[in-house]
């Protein structure tokens, strides 16, 4: 029988189980700071008891992990931390019904340091929170490997696998950020490394002992290099698997139809809410730092799938229509590849879709029609392809949020009356499509619109006074087409509106003064049209503008010197009017003037 170990202080159980002796000893480390304060708090905790040892285990672990995360200057919120209350009560702890702590979670609490290998100590934790600190960075420690009973791990928007300088800014990275020893976290369903400065190539070998891992999250790091074939070896259990907004190359593995429960997998080059980290294509446009080849066939098996991102990679071919088999599918987003032909009718026949985005390829010429004709749809984004077909005159679309044809060229057709069924539709975009009608009167049934651009279309006759009761519209875009009559005084009304593109079109009569109501309006032009009379001097409503353009109309009369109130005034445009007199020495503080006097 073992003997029974007997501790002759805290200082010896500590440096024998948990610390290293010298960073304990030396004056200032966190581990010194973590002890001198324990032993000031909690002297008498006996390190030869079970209660004493996990007390003085989690306060030593707490306590180096608020020192090594510069707890004393730069936390949020530190309610109750360091005290001598149990660390059951402190900000962010969560224990169980036995003191021990299950959870720890700072989230947004400005955390900025390492995290401390005496994180062992938590030798019961189960959550593990410390994401959106931004400044948490080196590596994760060795020692987490010992936290068995943990089941997720949340680190995302961070810093780590980079060194920071004293400001915060990343100098380089770090290799092995991720160490050997997590494959030992058998209860880990959850891992979410978002957001950091993780590189190098994907270790799949790390996670595939994970057997009860249901989350994967990869995305916005610094990986490198292909997607291992042994992807497919990932746990069965998986569900959620992204890898977006790193710098993979090579093909997607056919591997993956390997994972059949997963409902989510993310192979995109940048993240849909973020800015890129770059452009797949170089200077002589080939592929770079992006996936490859075609989609494969094997995607097919997975039928639980739910969301699907391949955008913004260099994928050929076309799509392959086992696609279909997936009857789940409720996002499908392969916008910016170079994917060719028809959308397969096994796709557009799939009945659960919510979001698809299949702008910037080279798919058509057939318009996917029935996409049109599903109730399920929120968002439809086709622009920016080949499609040489009619627009469509009937619509069953009553989730529909959002439709895009952007620059679809070969689009021709009418804007039909039935566009009023899509009283949901919050964006309208059919820039440069090739439509020549009217615009019909109904569109003034579409109350939830807040976005309208028809830019480059062949639209005739007067702008339908109906559009003034879209009360929700921020932005109206009809520049370049064919509109006559007058500009409607009744946009008065569109108290929202801050983008107002009229430009290049044939309308008539002045200027209404009553658009100087409108508070929120930051662009307006009105020009190159045939309108005439004097500039309003009513515009000082339009204390949100920066930009209004005139140019090439039939204006008289002087430039009103009201327009120098306007604060927020950056641009303004009178060329080519009959416009008389002097620019008003109140305009001379905007920081660009075009303007020519035409006799």
């Known amino acids: 029988?073992?003997?029974?170990?007997?501790?002759?202080?805290?200082?010896?159980?500590?440096?024998?189980?948990?610390?290293?002796?010298?960073?304990?000893?030396?004056?200032?480390?966190?581990?010194?700071?973590?002890?001198?304060?324990?032993?000031?708090?909690?002297?008498?905790?006996?390190?030869?008891?079970?209660?004493?040892?996990?007390?003085?285990?989690?306060?030593?672990?707490?306590?180096?992990?608020?020192?090594?995360?510069?707890?004393?200057?730069?936390?949020?919120?530190?309610?109750?931390?360091?005290?001598?209350?149990?660390?059951?009560?402190?900000?962010?702890?969560?224990?169980?019904?036995?003191?021990?702590?299950?959870?720890?979670?700072?989230?947004?609490?400005?955390?900025?340091?390492?995290?401390?290998?005496?994180?062992?100590?938590?030798?019961?934790?189960?959550?593990?929170?410390?994401?959106?600190?931004?400044?948490?960075?080196?590596?994760?420690?060795?020692?987490?490997?010992?936290?068995?009973?943990?089941?997720?791990?949340?680190?995302?928007?961070?810093?780590?696998?980079?060194?920071?300088?004293?400001?915060?800014?990343?100098?380089s990275l770090v290799s092995n950020a991720v160490p050997e020893e997590i494959m030992n976290l058998e209860n880990l369903v959850t891992l979410n490394l978002e957001t950091n400065f993780f590189g190098g190539q994907l270790a799949f070998n790390l996670i595939s002992p994970l057997t009860n891992l249901e989350s994967l999250n990869l995305r916005l790091n610094y990986f490198t290099g292909a997607i291992p074939s042994n992807v497919g070896e990932l746990p069965k259990s998986l569900l959620i698997l992204d890898l977006s907004g790193n710098t993979l190359t090579g093909t997607l593995p056919t591997e993956f139809g390997l994972l059949t429960q997963l409902q989510e997998l993310r192979v995109a080059q940048s993240d849909a809410s973020a800015v890129p980290k770059g452009t797949c294509i170089d200077a002589n446009s080939n592929p770079k730092g992006c996936i490859t080849g075609t989609i494969p066939s094997q995607l097919g098996f997975l039928t639980n799938l739910k969301v699907l991102w391949l955008f913004e990679n260099h994928l050929q071919g076309v799509l392959p229509t086992e696609l279909g088999n997936i009857l789940t599918l409720r996002e499908l987003m392969l916008f910016t590849n170079s994917l060719s032909g028809e959308i397969p009718a096994s796709v557009t026949g799939l009945q659960n879709l919510e979001i698809v985005d299949l702008s910037t390829n080279y798919l058509g010429p057939a318009l996917p029609l029935p996409f049109f004709q599903k109730p399920s749809l929120e968002v439809l984004s086709l622009g920016i392809n080949i499609f040489a077909d009619q627009f469509p005159t009937t619509f069953n679309l009553p989730k529909i949020r959002t439709i895009s044809l952007h620059q679809s060229i070969n689009v021709t057709g009418s804007l039909p009356n039935t566009i009023a069924q899509l009283t949901t539709l919050n964006s309208l975009d059919l820039y440069s499509c090739s439509l020549a009608s009217t615009i019909p009167t109904e569109i003034g049934n579409l109350t939830a619109l807040e976005a309208f651009d028809a830019e480059f279309n062949f639209l005739t006759g007067s702008i339908p006074l109906e559009l003034s009761r879209v009360e929700s519209l921020e932005s109206l875009n009809l520049n370049y087409n064919f509109l006559s009559g007058t500009v409607p005084g009744e946009f008065a009304f569109l108290q929202r509106l801050t983008f107002l593109d009229l430009g290049f079109n044939y309308l008539t009569g002045s200027v209404p003064p009553e658009l100087g109501f409108l508070l929120q309006l930051e662009v307006l032009n009105l020009g190159d049209n045939s309108l005439q009379g004097r500039i309003p001097n009513d515009f000082l409503g339009l204390s949100s503008i920066r930009k209004m353009r005139f140019e090439r109309n039939r204006l008289t009369g002087t430039i009103p010197k009201q327009l120098g109130s306007l604060e927020k005034l950056e641009e303004i445009t009178f060329l080519n009017n009959t416009v008389t007199g002097t620019i008003p020495p109140e305009l001379g503080n905007l920081l660009l003037w075009t303007w020519r006097t035409i006799f």
């Open 1 to 171: 029988m073992a003997p029974i170990i007997q501790w002759t202080s805290i200082e010896e159980y500590l440096t024998e189980t948990l610390t290293d002796d010298g960073l304990l000893q030396q004056i200032g480390t966190p581990q010194n700071l973590a002890y001198t304060r324990l032993m000031a708090t909690n002297p008498g905790l006996d390190p030869n008891t079970l209660q004493g040892q996990i007390d003085i285990s989690q306060r030593y672990s707490l306590n180096s992990i608020y020192y090594s995360t510069s707890g004393p200057s730069m936390w949020f919120s530190r309610e109750n931390w360091l005290s001598v209350e149990s660390p059951c009560g402190w900000f962010g702890v969560t224990c169980d019904s036995n003191g021990f702590v299950v959870e720890f979670s700072l989230r947004e609490n400005d955390l900025f340091g390492t995290l401390p290998s005496e994180i062992r100590g938590l030798s019961a934790l189960r959550v593990l929170d410390l994401g959106d600190n931004f400044s948490i960075y080196g590596r994760i420690p060795q020692s987490i490997g010992q936290l068995t009973k943990l089941r997720s791990i949340i680190l995302d928007a961070n810093s780590l696998g980079a060194e920071l300088d004293n400001s915060g800014t990343p100098v």
